[in-house]
Structure formats: structure tokens, C-alpha cells
């Protein structure tokens, strides 16, 4: 009986072993890079004259409140629009009726009461809350 032997063996082991090894974490020795390690030192001299300007004015941002504008009467989806205009994000909605509806489709309801009230000074991070009502109720 003969016993063949594969040219290919020797290789599919020694990848098989590579692979195993890099599953581990480990490089196997063949492939192996020598390292390198490189120091650098650098030194920086600075001389500071002492200031004879009088420090810079520091000048406050911008305000960050704004009057809040009169929606009353406006579809809901022109209010959210002109409240954002106004640099107000902050939104929140409620049915007036009191039924707990959501406001899905904002141009078939009206506002009916805001607040805060339009012309109160308000910060712009403020919610506004829009109280509205369908268009085709009393």
C-alpha cells in the first residue's frame, strides 16, 4: 500500500497555525516585525513682558430673550412657524377641548389660547404652549 502525501499539507498548517495564533492575539513568530522605538526631547525658552495695555473689555452675548409674538387665531401649523421665526423651539400642544386629542395634522386646528401671552418678555429657551382646537368646532 502507498501513502500519498499532499504537497499543500505542510502550508495548509502552518496557515491554519497563523490563523489560530491571530484568534489568540498572538503574531506568530515567522511574521514578527523587529520594533523600532524613537525618543524626542524639546525644549522651548519664552520671555513675557509684563502688559502696559489695560485688559480687553469683555462684551455680554447677546440677550437671549425676545417678545413673545400673538399667534391667537393662526392654524397651528402658522403659530409653530412663527413662533420658531421668533426663535422659539420650544413647543408644546394641548387640545382645548380637553379631550386629549393629539394634534396630528396641524393645519386643520386653530389656535385658540397661548402661553405665555403674546407681548410678555420671554427667554427664547422658554416653552410656549399652544392650546388649540379643531377647525370645524365651535
Given at each position: 500500500m502507498r501513502i500519498r502525501r499532499h504537497r499543500g499539507s505542510a502550508r495548509f498548517?502552518?496557515?491554519a497555525a497563523a490563523l489560530a495564533a491571530a484568534a489568540c492575539g498572538q503574531?506568530?513568530?515567522?511574521q514578527s516585525q523587529p520594533q523600532v522605538t524613537v525618543t524626542a526631547t524639546a525644549t522651548t525658552t519664552?520671555?513675557?513682558?509684563?502688559?502696559?495695555?489695560?485688559?480687553?473689555?469683555?462684551?455680554?452675548?447677546?440677550?437671549?430673550?425676545a417678545t413673545v409674538p400673538d399667534v391667537v387665531g393662526l392654524d397651528h401649523q402658522l403659530a409653530q412657524d412663527?413662533?420658531?421665526?421668533?426663535g422659539y423651539y420650544l413647543l408644546a400642544e394641548e387640545d382645548v377641548t380637553g379631550?386629549?386629542?393629539?394634534?396630528?395634522?396641524?393645519?386643520n386646528w386653530v389656535v385658540v389660547e397661548q402661553s405665555p401671552v403674546a407681548g410678555t418678555a420671554a427667554p427664547r429657551d422658554a416653552t410656549i404652549t399652544l392650546r388649540s382646537r379643531?377647525?370645524?368646532e365651535p
Open positions: 498548517l502552518a496557515l503574531t506568530p513568530p515567522e519664552a520671555t513675557v513682558a509684563p502688559s502696559t495695555q489695560a485688559p480687553e473689555t469683555v462684551s455680554q452675548p447677546p440677550s437671549d430673550t412663527t413662533l420658531q421665526a421668533a379631550q386629549g386629542r393629539v394634534i396630528a395634522w396641524d393645519r379643531k377647525k370645524n
